[in-house]
C-alpha cells in the first residue's frame, strides 16, 4: 500500500481487505480462546450493528474499556465500522478517572468487560453514559456479545481518512489527561509506514503482544500492523516475563514489542532458565528510553538485535525507529519512517520552531502524516504543542551528522544541579553497567545549597546485595562531579505506569 493510498483507506478496511484474503488464518489468540479473520471480521460486523441500533451513530464517541483479550480488536473495529470513534480506557483507572475521561471525550457509550463493570459503570454513571458489558453476565447491563449473536452483519459505516477514528488521553503528567485526536489517515498511514520501515511482516508472522492495547504501542505497532500483514496476534492479559520468555518459546513468535522494562523482565527470567526462542527475527522497543546496557544483554542472551524506536500518543505511534534497510545505531531512536520529518529545535523559544543543526542538542520535533490533529476541546493547548506545523514533542534530543535521533531526556526531567545541567538517562546508563544494579531511574530533588540534587533509584540484581554508599562511590568515578548521584535509594520495585513505563513524578514525590 502506497502513502497516497493509505491516506484514503480506514482502518476498518485494514482487516476487511486480510479477512478477505485469509478468511482461516488465526487472527488473535490467548491461551484460552481464539478468533480467525474470517471471525474478527464478523463479531466487528456484529457489534457494529447493536451499537447502531443501541442509537450510536458516525462520529459518536465510544468508551472502550477492555483488556488484552480477542473481543478487544472486535470491539475496537467493531465501533470503527458503525462510524464511531473509539475512546480507549487504561484498565487500571479507578471510578472517578474514567468518568472523567468519558465526560471530557463525549462519550455517550462505554463498552467494559465484566472484570473491570464495577468501576466501569461507576464512571459511566458519573458521566451520563450508557453501558454494555461483555465476557460474563452483570445486573442491569445488556451483554454486547449475546446481542451481537443475533444481530445481522452489514457494511462499514463510510468514513473518510480526516475522520476521527480514535481519542488517546495522554498520561497527564503535565495536568489533566487531553485527548489525542487520531484520524483515520494518522492510523493507516503510521501503520503502514511502520510496516514498510521496519516489520516486513507476512502472514507466517506471530506477535507477542505484552503491551496494552489501550496504549499507542500496543494498538498500532502490535495489533494494527499484524492485522494489515495477516499474522498471528498472540496476547498476554498482564505481562509476566517468565510467561512471556515461555510463550516467546512455544508460540515460536518471530516479532516482539515491549518497553524497556519487559527487556529487563525478560533477561531475568532468562537468568532462570534455559529456555531461549529460536525463532525471533525482530524485537522493538519504544515507549521509554531503552539502556544501551539491556539492548547488549539482549542481544547476547537472545541472539538477537533490538531496534529501538520512538513516538508519542500525539504522533500516532512511530516516529522513528532503527531500520535495518538504513543502518541501525545503538544507543539511538534510529531515522523516521517515511511520512515523517524529524528536528530537533530551540527548547525555549515557544512561540515558533527555531531549528537547529546536526549534533546541537535541543527539542525533538515532528511533522507529518502521523501527527494528531489536536487535542480534543483544547485549542490553547493544541496551539502550543503544534507551532509552524511541527509538533513539539517535550523531549530533548540531538541528530547526528548521519540523520539518527538520539533521545537525552524527557524536558521537565532534567536536573539542574548547581546551574549545570544533568540529563539523568545518561546518569542511568552508566549505573546499569554495575553488576549489582537491575533497574535504576535517576530524579531530581529540592536542595537548600544546590537547588537540586541527584538521586538513584535503584532495584538491586536478582541475589545480589546492593551497598548504596559503595555504589555512590563507584559512580563518582565514571560520572562528572556535578553529575554521579548523592543518594541511592534501594527499592524492591520501581512504580510502573500501565504501558510499564517508570513513573519519576511518583518517585520524586515520594522523595521531597
Known amino acids: 500500500m502506497t502513502a497516497s493510498t493509505a491516506r484514503r483507506v480506514t482502518v476498518p478496511d485494514l482487516l476487511s481487505a486480510t479477512a478477505a484474503g485469509l478468511p482461516d488464518r488465526v487472527a488473535v489468540r490467548t491461551s484460552d480462546e481464539s478468533l480467525t479473520y474470517g471471525e474478527l471480521w464478523d463479531a466487528a460486523r456484529r457489534y457494529a450493528a447493536v451499537l447502531t441500533e443501541r442509537g450510536v451513530r458516525p462520529g459518536d464517541r465510544v468508551g472502550v474499556l477492555v483488556p488484552n483479550v480477542p473481543q478487544f480488536p472486535a470491539v475496537y473495529y467493531g465501533v470503527l465500522c458503525a462510524g464511531a470513534v473509539v475512546v480507549p480506557v487504561q484498565a487500571m483507572l479507578r471510578a472517578e478517572e474514567i468518568g472523567y475521561l468519558l465526560a471530557d471525550s463525549g462519550a455517550r457509550l462505554l463498552i467494559a468487560a465484566a472484570p473491570l463493570l464495577a468501576q466501569g459503570a461507576a464512571g459511566a454513571r458519573s458521566a451520563g453514559a450508557d453501558v454494555l458489558t461483555l465476557l460474563a453476565d452483570a445486573d442491569g447491563v445488556d451483554r454486547l456479545d449475546l446481542l451481537a449473536a443475533t444481530a445481522v452483519p452489514g457494511d462499514p459505516v463510510a468514513r473518510r481518512g480526516e475522520d476521527l477514528a480514535v481519542v488517546i488521553y495522554t498520561s497527564g503528567t503535565t495536568g489533566e489527561p487531553k485527548g489525542a485526536m487520531l484520524t483515520h489517515a494518522n492510523v493507516v498511514s503510521n501503520v503502514v509506514a511502520t510496516d514498510d520501515a521496519l516489520l516486513h511482516g507476512a502472514p507466517d508472522d506471530v506477535v507477542l503482544c505484552c503491551l496494552p492495547l489501550f496504549h499507542a504501542f500496543g494498538q498500532q505497532a502490535s495489533m494494527n500492523t499484524t492485522v494489515l500483514t495477516g499474522g498471528t496476534l498472540v496476547l498476554m492479559p498482564r505481562f509476566d516475563a517468565d510467561e512471556a520468555l515461555r510463550l516467546l518459546v512455544a508460540e515460536r513468535v ?66 522513528t525507529v532503527n531500520q535495518p534497510a538504513r543502518g541501525t545505531r545503538p544507543g539511538t531512536v534510529g531515522h523516521p519512517i517515511p511520512g515523517v520529518d524529524v528536528a530537533v529545535a530551540e527548547p525555549d523559544v515557544e512561540d515558533r ?113 546492593l551497598d548504596p554508599a559503595a ?42
Request: aromatic share 6%; charged share 25%.
Open 471 to 512: 555504589l555512590v562511590a563507584w559512580s563518582r568515578e565514571r560520572l562528572g562531579a556535578h553529575k554521579y548521584p548523592r543518594q541511592v535509594r534501594v527499592v524492591d520495585a520501581l512504580p510502573l505506569g500501565p504501558s510499564g513505563k517508570v513513573l519519576k513524578r511518583e518517585l520524586r514525590d515520594a522523595l521531597r
Open 353 to 465: 520552531v527555531v531549528l537547529l543543526g546536526p549534533e546541537q542538542l535541543g527539542e525533538v520535533v515532528i511533522r507529518g502524516s502521523n501527527v494528531m490533529a489536536g487535542y480534543l476541546g483544547r485549542p490553547e493547548a493544541t496551539a502550543a504543542a503544534v507551532v509552524d506545523g511541527w509538533f513539539r514533542s517535550g523531549d530533548l534530543g540531538v541528530l547526528d551528522a548521519d540523520g539518527f535521533l538520539r533521545i537525552v531526556d524527557r524536558k521537565k526531567d532534567l536536573v539542574i544541579r548547581g546551574g549545570f545541567n544533568v540529563y539523568p538517562r545518561e546518569v542511568e546508563e552508566v549505573l546499569l553497567h554495575h553488576d549489582g544494579v537491575q533497574q535504576v531511574a535517576v530524579v531530581g530533588v529540592p536542595d537548600d545549597l544546590y537547588g537540586e540534587e541527584v538521586v538513584a533509584v535503584v532495584v538491586p540484581a536478582p541475589g545480589g546485595a
Open 254 to 319: 518471530t516479532v516482539f514489542a515491549g518497553v524497556p522494562t519487559m527487556y529487563v523482565g525478560l533477561l531475568a527470567a532468562a537468568a532462570r532458565t534455559d529456555l531461549r526462542p529460536s525463532s525471533l527475527r525482530l524485537a522493538i522497543s519504544g515507549g521509554a528510553a531503552l539502556p544501551l546496557a539491556v539492548l547488549e544483554r539482549f542481544r547476547d542472551v537472545f541472539g538477537a538485535d533490538v531496534c529501538e524506536g520512538y513516538g508519542l500518543s500525539e504522533t500516532t505511534c512511530v516516529a
